[in-house]
């Protein structure tokens, strides 16, 4: 015989009436909401990665001398503060015809310079005494292609040169201290996969560090939509419980209820995500915006995050209705608060005596140990939650004088785990900002802004061009103080290297005249300047700045969606009893000041309480790392948390006027 | 025993349909009075008309004791209830009315005891002496001991009489009852119908209910039978 639980779902889905269809909605609108979320965390995650491969090639693939049928030297310069990539190309006479490069057709020839369009046109924009004169004069500009490019917006420039050109001499690519990784030398005989590249290696982890911050709010708010229209659908379900239907039937019906519903919504996540990937890959993060194909996370990925949402919301439905199937009478009627155990406690404080004791023994942990403890922290708050929620409930329950603060806290304490979902993403919100505002990794070195710096041979080179740096720079307009540095002397950004020191007053303008101007006198390397010197540890701090940022942000807004949706929901939930109460003349404001101090109660507790584990949790990553901790940061989360408390409250609030139409008045029938 | 409501000539109206058609009542002091009629005769509409709930499109609804928002009253002692504003019909629906509905009225995460203090809590009465007088309710009403349970750990009958407590709790003139009974077996039915119209009395306050059941109406001192929105016929019973 034909199952008649589709048949029976379909029929009582359409016939819900207007109500249902907006619990529907709003259900179908947070899935979509989820499902647009976790793709951009996908795409974002999986593009970081590709775009670090795409800078791989500018890593020079060193092979043995009597292999190599060129000479790569891959080398940084800085305009207006940013990082110009130049990869010079010298192909060895009586070898081999090396292969091209990504993003070109062919091996660049002598004297030819190819350039990202974003450099092109900077190249267009600035006087050529800035930023052009540091390259080989030429008539045309070759363009680069995006295989050679990890953004759009990235600066980079592929020189061919000369054999015995000085920049790809070995002079050119010597190592000190703060060349790691933005200049090397070595022959090659092609363009194999090697390191990524400074500005883009870090991406990837900064932003699965995010995502994993991120994952829970948007789990939440996933929930949340499972979970919207329950009651409604306990009582429908209850009934037929009574009129004889199986367990099995009626968790069938709720989850092709809610399975249907959960796919539309993510099916719609999905298909905003494809149509905003162009606006998605013009946000900047790292070295510029996307390219669109970076942020696609192809069709195996589009499903799964389809399926995994849709799934979310159907086990989070029925696991609603799994005390329907045992006893209907009792969830009818709603006789069993949801009480929580002490259990939770005890697990929590173990988790916090862990950590103590782990971090407590003097030594320092590796990062990875302590971004474990932070998940730990994580999990742990998120059984603590529900508990402290109940006792919240109990204790202002008990002292409660004014009736909207009795009925809040007897909510509280009636499903503490309902309570807890609502306010959970902006307590671990909390979390996150409490984490990111001090974790911010300072960088302690002595800064030098304003100096440009030319390396010599030696102290004898060191006075030689120093004056004809004075020469250069006076021809190039820029007035300058340019003195000698040697071994010994380590107060400058040379920091003990033989060379010259150009003081240059007047701003980024002057510095980049200056730097173009002291070219030619770098034996092949480019002058460099504090940007170039602290460009490994000013990146990191920078993609954790983004990340933390768009974490923040991203953690409110989903937040205050949940706790919008699930206000939303218990106005719709709770209809009846709230229009009786009103029939019999309890006042509108009495309902809703209930409905906002049954969030801000457990909001103000938790939210502190997540704020300072997040902090401390930073702190411990800050130790770790042996780097200092970013105090201003804590203007950010003071503000971060007012604002994001805001957003919730006025989300809440938004479901206001829904509250006082449900509760408008009797039914207008003429009985 | 003097009237303490009355409703003149109320007409109201949905589109079309005309629920009420110019319907004369008066409710008298310690007075029980039933509305009775067929679906859609305009009993539930009366109801919520003379309860300040409906605005009526023609008439006037007056209470004894209630100050008139139009001005001068329309007798000395009396108040129009039917032109007032949301908020002073609202404080009046809590402070002189007192509402049973079929089901569905208490909150269920509110134990028994603080469901019938709540609109006592409303009212500005400190929580401790709200409770200590919601107490009060329970022994007459049978619910002994029942103070602390939740709305879903009673039964239908004991719902029903906590939610009798509750309109009962803030001494009011009137109490309004829809249907009271109309979720219940007859057995229960009988005896909360028995305990709303003995204590209502005792307490002093009128009672008018509507149902569609002959048993539960005899109960009541009087029968308003309604049909089409108007009065069709009118019974008085002796209740003893």
Redesign the interface.
Known sequence: MRSPVLPLTWHLTRSAGRRGLQSHLLAAGAAAVGSFLLLVMVAVSLGAGTRADHTTWRTPDAVPAKDATAVQVTTTTYVRQEPVTVVNLAQRPDREQTPAPPGLSGFPKPGQVYVSPALAELLHKLPAGQLADRFPKTKTYGTLGAAALASPDELVAVVGRAPGDAAVAKTAGEQNYYDDGLTKRAPVSGFADTKASVFTGADQGTVLLGVVLLVMPVVVLASAAGRLGAARREQRLAALRLAGATPRQILAMTAAESAGVGAAGALAGALAYTALLPALAALPYGVGGWYTGQLWVGLPWLAAVVAAVTALITVSAVTMLRKVATSPL?VA?????RRTRAIRLLLFVAVLLYIWATTGQGGQLKTQQLLALLGLFYGAFWLFGPWVVDRLGRIVGRR????AT??AA??L???PRGAWRTVSGLVLAGFVAGFFSVSSLGSEGPSHEGQVAVITANAADARHTAAEARTALHRAGVTATVSVTSEDDFDSLLSGVDGVIADVPGGQERIDTAVTALTPLGSGRYPFTQAYVSAPDDTITARVATVSTATLVLSFLVAAASAGLTAAANVLDRR??YG????????LE?LDRARVRETVIPLAVLAGGTTAMGAFGAMQLNKAAGTTINTSGAVELVICLAVGALAMLAAITASRPLLRKVTA??A???? | MSTVLAGYGLVKKYGSTTALAGVDVEVRERDSLAIMGPSGSGKSTLLHTLAGIIRPDGGQVLLRGERSEMGVPPAEGWGRIDRLGENRLSALRRKRFGFVFQFGQLLPELPAEENVALPLMLEGVPRGKAVERARRWFAPLGLEGLEGRRPGQLSGGQAQRVAIARALAVEPDVVFADEPTGALDQNTSAEVIRLLTSVTRASGAALVMVTHDADVAAHCDRVLHVRDGRISNYSQYTVA
Do not use: H, I
């Open positions: 009792g009627q709603q006789a069993d608060p409660a004088k004014r009736p009795l009925l007897r909510r304490s009636d499903d009846r009893v009786l109460l009103r029939l019999a003349g309890t006042p009495v008045g009797p207008q029938t003429a009985d």
